[in-house]
């Protein structure tokens, strides 16, 4: 199966420690993206790629959070500083570009911080 | 951010009925699509509409984007314990110059055999 990854799945931390998620879209999809999850919500965008390039940021991906996408394959979602509220499931999804629309989701990282 | 409103929010439903859904929005969408999310697991793009009017099958499921290009609503024929799970509607507004997708709160949709 050659849908999106995620690594890991779940993630317990301790607050103010730095987390890193990474994602492996399918291998022809130009765009990556990447949501945030709570409970009871749907995803809210965070941030794209499009290749290698960061084409646009949500208000929510405040500067502890960065992304990467360093060969236009796969992505890191990097926290630091982790606080309580990043608590959350962190999904990645991919696309073709010309059908960005048609977007596949990952399985999540879900991120727990005491 | 933008607002989707999904009703209802929750639905339990006896096996082989049919189920209705449906989203809104105060603003003009260019797309709507629906998703299917079981837990612990990302969406699963359903159905994604992109005319006003267009009314698109997958299966048992039915969408159809609405009219007024303010909402969207999502049919289910036949109901099937498989067909638990939470059901986004997700857009992009018209005014969005971006590559990005508002989804809604979700409707829960619980089937007893």
């Known amino acids: 199966d050659t849908g999106v990854s995620q690594d890991p799945r779940h993630k317990i931390t301790k607050r103010g420690q730095n987390v890193t998620f990474r994602c492996d879209p399918i291998s022809e999809h130009n765009r990556l993206y990447w949501y945030r999850q709570t409970l009871g919500q749907g995803p809210e965008f965070l941030t794209y790629?499009?290749?290698?390039?960061?084409?646009?940021k949500s208000r929510l991906l405040s500067d502890r959070f960065s992304a990467e996408r360093p060969k236009g394959s796969f992505s890191t979602l990097e926290i630091q500083r982790t606080e309580q509220g990043d608590s959350a499931m962190y999904l990645c999804a991919s696309s073709f570009l010309t059908l960005w629309e048609t977007q596949y989701f990952g399985p999540g990282t879900r991120l727990l911080v005491l | 951010g933008q607002q989707l409103n999904q009703s209802p929010q929750s639905m339990f439903i006896q096996e082989g009925e049919d189920v209705s859904m449906n989203c809104t929005s105060s603003s003009i969408f260019n797309t709507w699509l629906w998703y299917k999310q079981d837990p612990g697991e990302g969406p699963v793009l359903l159905i994604a509409?992109?005319?006003?009017?267009e009314l698109t099958s997958n299966g048992r499921l039915t969408a159809q984007f609405g009219i007024t290009r303010k909402d969207s609503f999502l049919n289910i024929s036949a109901s099937i314990p498989s067909d638990v799970g939470i059901y986004f509607c997700?857009?992009?507004?018209?005014?969005?110059?971006?590559?990005?997708?508002?989804f809604g709160t979700g409707t829960s949709l619980t089937v007893i055999p």
């Open positions: 509409l992109y005319k006003a009017g």
């Open positions: 790629f499009q290749n290698e390039a960061q084409l646009e």
């Open positions: 997700a857009g992009q507004p018209r005014s969005n110059t971006g590559n990005q997708f508002y």
